[in-house]
């Protein structure tokens, strides 16, 4: 069944009016009709089972049958600081890691970034590709994106669990540090760009109680790093089996 984000304020009682793009997705592009089922959600968390009743060209009309606790959303809570990217390879990150469950995207710029700051359009855009693979992936809250930030800044502001892989790390694997997680319900994972991280910016997030882990002998790309390494998260805090 199709997922759909929708404003609170759409939702009265059991009675829901969507009206804008989703309009044209639901008639247009699913040709959904009268008696059909989706699923809205209201970004709290909640979940509604609706019936179809009323499609016209500015607004579907439907009547919720059922309505409870999205049961998707991690318990553990997973922000992701990468840094930018070049291309569309940012985007891609966006939409895989919120799939696989993460809550929070912030970018960062560090040392050796070579991509461009994203306009405000770009920028809107990520939030767009957020909200689709929320719905694709049945997620029951939209992961959020924080403005962007400079690596040097956000060590200073961060706290908690926080895991930096880093692919010149040789003494600590993610699996070891992972065993020291007890009952950690978020965590901070920290991915370099195309370059990597420098070594005085590990050293730096190290002096900020950011543990730089290794992923293994290979050197992954940067844009597989983040996706890597929340799947491992998720997998060990049980949240896949
Ligand atoms: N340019 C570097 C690789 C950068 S990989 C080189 O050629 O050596 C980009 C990012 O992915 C890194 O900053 C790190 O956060 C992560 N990464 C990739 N492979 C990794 C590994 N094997 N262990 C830990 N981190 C890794």
Redesign the pocket.
């Known amino acids: 069944m199709h997922h759909f984000f929708i404003p609170p304020e759409w939702i009265d009682k059991d009675s829901i009016s969507i009206s804008g793009e989703q309009v044209h997705q639901i008639r247009e592009v699913l040709r959904l009709k009268s008696g059909d089922g989706i699923v809205v959600l209201d970004n709290t968390g909640m979940e509604y089972q609706v019936e179809l009743r009323d499609i016209t060209q500015e607004k579907v009309i439907g009547k919720v049958i059922k309505q409870g606790l999205c049961r998707n959303e991690p318990e553990t809570k997973i922000t992701l600081y990468q840094?930018l990217l070049k291309g569309d390879k940012f985007e891609w990150v966006l939409q895989k890691c919120t799939e696989v469950g993460v809550t929070r995207f912030v970018p960062i710029v560090?040392e050796?970034c070579v991509a461009s700051i994203p306009s405000e359009s770009r920028f809107e855009r990520w939030k767009k590709i957020i909200v689709e693979a929320a719905e694709q992936s049945k997620r029951g809250i939209i992961p959020d994106l924080g403005t962007i930030i400079n690596m040097k800044q956000v060590c200073e502001e961060v706290n908690g669990f926080s895991i930096?892989?880093?692919?010149?790390?040789n003494c600590v694997g993610?699996k070891a540090q992972l065993n020291n997680i007890g009952t950690v319900q978020h965590v901070n994972i920290?991915?370099?760009?195309?370059?990597?991280?420098s070594t005085d910016e590990v050293e730096y997030a190290r002096s900020k109680g950011i543990v730089?882990?290794?992923?293994?002998?290979?050197?992954?790309?940067?844009e597989?790093?983040?996706l890597?390494?929340a799947a491992i998260l998720m997998y060990e805090s049980g949240e896949i089996n």
């Open positions: 840094a560090c050796r930096m892989p880093w692919e010149q790390e993610i920290f991915i370099g760009s195309e370059g990597g991280f730089p882990v290794s992923l293994g002998n290979r050197i992954l790309r940067a597989t790093a983040g890597v390494t």
